[in-house]
């Protein structure tokens, strides 16, 4: 074990603790995803409960993806705290003081959009603007990391180590990714409206397989970055 | 700085977080579900049986989670010396896991065949025997007996014996369910069947949130191992 890996001897010592809990989330994210995964698949193959029953079940499904919504504010906190406490960073304690404030605020943000912003097919103003501003805050939050790491690349970036930066960049696609699938969602959001009024079921029915699947591929693709970000948390070359 | 390189404890700690994590998030995602579910009683029985029938799918990711928990817990404290049992166990750990792993996709997905139900049981049975065998040698331990050589794994391990006596309890207390289910199918929904489901749901919830728990209490003491 390195020196600047956490140790396992008896200790109540918060790097330890950050260490596990960074890797907990990790779990926590793709754990609970998998779940919404297959759920996504319910949702197509249902096609035959009424529109209403459709649209409660597409709201409990946003419910549940909450988890890594959560999951993904929580990985970034804790690894770049760890990494931190590690000397990996050059961040100060003041900066993760206020990391761990924003994210807390974009906590909140991300359930209070979606308590407000209601079924697919209704949103309070509210709500409609609380999402818009998440997704502002993403490709605010996407820009800042990718310009980070990569003028961590070229040295004088807080990252220090180059796996270090080449993680934040895979970091920022995961989240353009999923803004990706958000943008993505957008004619399955058009179409709802219409399919919950009793229109033509059978272009609903395209429309979702086509969308879902798109997103399921792409999520997959993000799995894969989750975990690709994991193994160079391990074993930085 | 020095090099990033795991060594083999800590790549086993992290990936004894990374399956606690997987299977605490798989499982609230499940709980969700199983409310859902328990609240559905407006669609019609083909939904609902279609609907169970996807909740127990997810349900396979916690199951899976206990198996790799326990393997990765016994990998961790093999590599660090903690265990009674030499890293030369390992392989045969692993081994037995890898079994139960198989077994329990391949009951899942025969279930409905009578050696499927059969292997059910034999799942079953097996559950019994871990819970008796964790369970045990905890507390022998907690008593001085000295089987773990310290308190904080025999608390551990009689925790585990406890969960997992806890999860075989969860398919007794939804056995009232399984029975209704038939008459349930041919009917619809009544305010009678309602309820046997609302009471063993809950039942079922309420030891799972318990689980949860102890598998928090256990990565703790793993973690802190105070005494």
């Not at chain 2, 399956?19 to 409310?35: A, E, P």
């Not at chain 2, 089987?147 to 608390?155: A, K, N, Q, T, V």
Request: with cysteine.
């Amino acid at each position: 074990m390195t020196a600047a890996d956490p140790t396992l001897d008896p200790t109540l010592a918060p790097t330890v603790w950050m260490f596990a809990l960074h890797f907990a989330v990790i779990g926590y994210y793709l754990g609970s995803d998998f779940v919404v995964n297959q759920m996504t698949f319910y949702l197509i193959a249902s096609k035959d409960v009424s529109p209403a029953v459709r649209t409660r079940m597409r709201r409990f499904q946003l419910l549940c993806d909450q988890h890594p919504r959560m999951g993904l504010i929580l990985f970034i906190a804790t690894g770049l705290t760890l990494e931190t406490w590690q000397g990996y960073t050059t961040l100060t304690p003041g900066f993760l003081t206020g990391l761990w404030i924003v994210s807390a605020l974009w906590l909140a943000n991300i359930w209070a959009g979606f308590l407000l912003a209601g079924s697919p097919v209704s949103a309070n103003a509210l709500g409609k603007r609380l999402v818009q501003i998440d997704l502002y805050w993403r490709y605010l939050v996407v820009t800042a990391i990718y310009a980070t790491a990569i003028w961590s690349l070229l040295g004088a970036g807080p990252l220090l180590p180059g796996w270090l930066a080449v993680k934040y960049i895979l970091c920022a696609t995961l989240m353009a990714g999923g803004v990706l699938m958000r943008l993505s969602s957008r004619p399955l959001t058009a179409a709802w409206g219409d399919y919950a009024a009793g229109g033509d079921k059978d272009a609903f029915e395209a429309v979702i397989a086509r969308v879902q699947y798109r997103n399921i591929y792409l999520n997959w693709g993000l799995w894969s970055l989750f975990i690709s970000m994991a193994l160079l948390r391990l074993f930085g070359p | 700085m020095d090099s990033t390189f795991s060594d083999p404890n800590t790549l086993a700690l992290a990936l004894h977080m990374i399956v606690f994590g997987y299977l605490l998030g798989s499982d609230w995602v499940v709980d969700q579900r199983t409310f859902y579910f328990m609240h559905s009683s407006d669609v019609t029985p083909e939904e609902r049986s279609r609907q169970m029938k996807s909740l127990l799918l997810s349900d396979q990711h916690p199951r899976m989670g206990l198996i790799l928990f326990i393997a990765t817990g016994y990998t961790v404290e093999i590599l660090n010396g903690w265990s009674p049992f030499g890293a030369d166990m390992l392989p045969v750990i692993w081994a037995i896991c890898a079994l139960w792993f198989a077994e329990i996709w391949i009951s899942f997905l025969n279930e409905g065949k009578p050696w499927g139900r059969t292997l059910v049981t034999v799942d079953m049975i097996w559950r019994y025997v871990l819970a008796a065998f964790f369970a045990g040698t905890g507390l022998y331990s907690l008593l001085g007996g000295g089987f773990y050589p310290s308190s904080w794994m025999g608390l551990k391990y009689a925790l585990l014996g406890t969960l997992i006596g806890g999860g075989v309890t969860v398919r007794f207390a939804v056995r009232e369910l399984q029975a209704a289910w038939p008459g349930y199918m041919q009917s619809g929904s009544t305010p009678e069947f309602e309820e046997i489901l609302q009471r063993c749901m809950y039942r079922a919830i309420y030891v799972t949130w318990s689980i949860w728990v102890m598998y928090a209490v256990m990565v703790a003491l793993l973690l802190w191992r105070p005494f």
